[in-house]
T-cell receptor, first 113, second 116 residues
Framework: ETGVTQTPRHLVMGMTNKKSLKCEQH?????MYWYKQSAKKPLELMFVYNFKEQTENNSVPSRFSPECPNSSHLFLHLHTLQPEDSALYLC????????????FGPGTRLTVL | DQQVKQNSPSLSVQEGRISILNCDYTNSMFDYFLWYKKYPAEGPTFLIS?????DKNEDGRFTVFLNKSAKHLSLHIVPSQPGDSAVYFCAASANAGGTSYGKLTFGQGTILTVHP
């Protein structure tokens, strides 16, 4: 595997379910990001991790819970989501937080019923 | 407050012609700008970037121009090819510091369609 991978690619869940999104980067980077892309809106930054430490939480509701066990892996734990949370969730990585160039995974298309 | 704006939701161009995609920004702290390309069912892929110390950067068929006084950048693709059809996002960051440090702020995207 090369680059940034995300699983699952598609996820349908009910509002009472608990699920997790997984991201893995094979680039040796130290910063990882979660973005949300809703229809007809710009990519919205959710969380930033730099050297496994969370450095940014962009006012994200607590029903989204990130986890970064090491510099290569990033998770987004989901619980009691709302239908308006349906979106494309993108993971990205960069050499470090100061590096402007980020590399993106293919995304997880999430549908909340 | 949207700090990066792409005012054209879509652009249609004939193969072989020039495609010009535009982007405006409001935050004077932005000093690094990028263009990403996104195909359906894929994540954005990096295309070209420019630092604020330059006003032009070229890579093959792709050229990015930066006008700092106007807070405007543009991406020129020439000649355009059908395979260039995708959504193009501009993004900006402030690597020198400030509240936008280490963050990419994206525009809404422009759908480019290149007709054969």
């Amino acid at each position: 595997e090369t680059g940034v991978t995300q699983t699952p690619r598609h996820l349908v869940m009910g509002m009472t379910n608990k699920k997790s999104l997984k991201c893995e980067q094979h680039l040796g980077h130290n910063a990882m990001y979660w973005y949300k892309q809703s229809a007809k809106k710009p990519l919205e930054l959710m969380f930033v991790y730099n050297f496994k430490e969370q450095t940014e939480n962009n006012s994200v509701p607590s029903r989204f819970s990130p986890e970064c066990p090491n510099s290569s892996h990033l998770f987004l734990h989901l619980h009691t989501l709302q239908p308006e949370d349906s979106a494309l969730y993108l993971c990205a990585s960069s050499q470090d937080r100061a590096s402007g160039m980020q590399f993106f995974g293919p995304g997880t298309r999430l549908t909340v019923l | 407050d949207q700090q990066v704006k792409q005012n054209s939701p879509s652009l249609s161009v004939q193969e072989g012609r020039i495609s010009i995609l535009n982007c405006d920004y409001t935050n004077s702290m932005f000093d690094y700008f990028l263009w990403y390309k996104k195909y359906p069912a894929e994540g954005p892929t990096f295309l070209i970037s420019i630092s604020s110390i330059k006003d032009k950067n070229e890579d093959g068929r792709f050229t990015v121009f930066l006008n700092k006084s106007a807070k405007h950048l543009s991406l020129h693709i020439v000649p355009s090819q059908p395979g260039d059809s995708a959504v193009y996002f501009c993004a900006a960051s402030a690597n020198a510091g400030g509240t936008s440090y280490g963050k990419l702020t994206f525009g809404q995207g422009t759908i480019l369609t290149v007709h054969p």
